[in-house]
């Protein structure tokens, strides 16, 4: 492994990260909070002092292409790095005293969990909630995507390092160049994310709601500067805008290079799209009718409305709410609760296991049933038009299998500190599956705060290891991994 190239451009990395810490420092300026305004001057000046020495005392190591092995450290090291330096300024001005808090509250911006450990989020400087969002935005995409598009320097290696960050079992290839493919990525991302914030403040919310929701909304992240999260604005419009926008940040975003190309036809033809938009309007059917007739809502609309959302926020992976759902039926509940384990589209900003993962099991178990029924028959496995080779099942399964004993090895962790098993298993999803929210103690009115910080420590963890699709962080904890 090429472990001193490598941190060269973890320390490049920094610095692009830090620089988008000059819009927040802007606002504290505007807003004379002064103390918000010096967090983050002196977190600026540090990572950049710290990235210039390095890049300065290793200036002789020559441009190298990257392996495997280096795209898993780099990314891993780059993520742990952001999180370390952006919990700075929460930190330093005072607004979050202890740093295990600080990091975890970063760790779940940048992986876009949307899990906090705040009581009082208004009372917070909003210069210290935009960055909060921020963090989201920049991670929603990937920040290592966001290098690799505005600094073609990686060459070869970068496409190594956009798989090793990008969700999903297989990166899509718009163009032959790595580079173009971010850069495309990045432009649909911001396009959606101008539509979405011009959208929001057309139903009332001003520029710094509207922007601070759609880096929530298209990261699929779920920060929001109020307590009450959406519900705050007791809007039909606006979560319908948000609803729409999670629906379709939680779509693979090749989708939206194919739309601009005309190529309508394949998007239709996608398994994948046609799972996820079929699973998304059957669990809004099941729950709008399940809450009429509980009594929750007596119009057919509202309950339409609020199922609608929550089956968005919850599927999505974006922790967004304008409902307390654990008031609702338990058949709701358990809807939404089998969501977590679904998550959005591969390519997507949305967490979880995957709609194409999903797929390809329950395909596997079908084909299984078949051989059982016909031993010398050939079945292929199919994704729309699309044959899954079988190395790619085998990926599949292993992922699996590791999601799996990541989640029950996190719940063991959260029941450690006494939770009871409700809470301790939704933990576990909501921070491995990057949703946020969950049921008992962390229900959609409730936070993180309470949890001590080792557990804290923990669950950074897995929120940074469910963000990278756990192969990419699982392979720095085999010896073979270090072994020459």
């Keep these: 492994m090429r472990a001193l190239y490598v941190l060269r451009l973890t320390a490049v990395i920094q610095i692009v990260v830090s620089f988008f810490m000059i819009f927040p420092a802007g606002i504290a300026l505007y807003n004379h909070e002064t103390t918000a305004f010096y967090s983050f001057l002196y977190t600026f000046l540090l990572v950049v002092l710290f ?13 190298q292409v990257l392996t495997p092995r280096d795209g898993f450290f780099y990314v891993t090291s780059g993520w742990i790095l952001a999180s370390a330096f952006g919990a700075l300024p929460f930190f330093l001005s005072g607004a979050i005293p202890s740093y295990a808090d600080a990091y975890f509250e970063t ?24 960055w909060r969002s921020l963090t989201h935005w920049l991670g929603g995409m990937g920040i290592v995507v966001l290098l690799v598009a505005l600094m073609p320097l990686l060459g070869a290696g970068g496409a190594r390092l956009v798989g090793a960050e990008s969700p999903g079992p297989q990166v899509d290839k718009l163009t032959p160049r790595i580079t173009d493919n971010a850069k495309i990525l990045w432009i649909i991302y911001l396009g959606l994310s101008v539509l979405e914030t011009i959208l929001l403040m057309f139903g009332g919310m001003d520029l710094f709601d509207a922007l601070t929701h759609t880096f929530g909304t298209m990261a699929t992240g779920g920060f929001s500067p109020k307590a009450a999260s959406v519900g705050y604005y007791n ?10 926008f999670m629906v379709m940040a939680g779509l693979n975003f090749a989708l939206y290079y194919k739309a601009l ?13 046609k799972a996820y ?22 119009s057919g609309g509202t309950a339409f409305r609020y ?5 968005a926020t919850i599927i999505t992976t974006t922790g967004y709410a304008t409902a307390d759902f654990e008031l609702w039926p338990n058949f709701s509940k358990v809807l939404l609760f089998f969501l977590m384990f679904i998550g959005g589209c591969s390519g997507s900003t949305g967490g979880g296991i995957k709609v194409v993962r999903i797929l390809t099991m329950v395909k596997l178990g079908l084909n299984n049933i078949k ?21 790619i099942v085998y990926t599949i399964a292993g992922f699996f299998a590791l999601y799996i004993f990541t989640v029950l090895a996190t719940t063991l962790v959260v029941a450690s500190a006494n939770a009871d098993i409700v809470t301790s298993l939704t933990t576990a999803l909501a921070t491995v599956g990057n949703i946020g929210p969950g049921f008992g103690g962390i229900g959609p009115t409730e936070n993180y705060q309470f949890f001590p910080d080792y557990v804290k420590w923990v669950l950074s963890l897995a929120m940074m290891a469910g963000r990278l699709e756990l192969f990419t962080v699982f392979a720095l904890l085999t010896p073979q991994f270090w072994k020459r």
């Design 107 to 130: 760790m779940s911006g940048f992986t876009t969990t949307g899990a906090s450990i705040l009581t009082d989020i208004e009372a917070m400087p909003r210069s210290l909630l935009f």
């Design 51 to 63: 990235s210039l020495v390095y890049l300065f005392m290793t200036r002789r190591e020559k441009k």
């Design 261 to 273: 190309k005309g190529r309508l036809k394949d998007i239709f033809q996608d398994g994948e799209f």
């Design 307 to 311: 199922a609608s959302f929550q089956t």
């Design 235 to 244: 809007s039909a419009y606006i979560d319908a805008i948000i609803t729409i």
């Design 277 to 298: 938009m079929f699973i998304f309007f059957a669990v809004v059917i099941l729950i709008a009718v399940n809450l009429v007739r509980s009594g929750t809502y007596e």
């Design 371 to 391: 051989y059982m029924i016909h031993p010398r028959g050939v079945f292929s496995l199919k994704i729309g038009k699309n044959t899954i080779r079988k190395e």
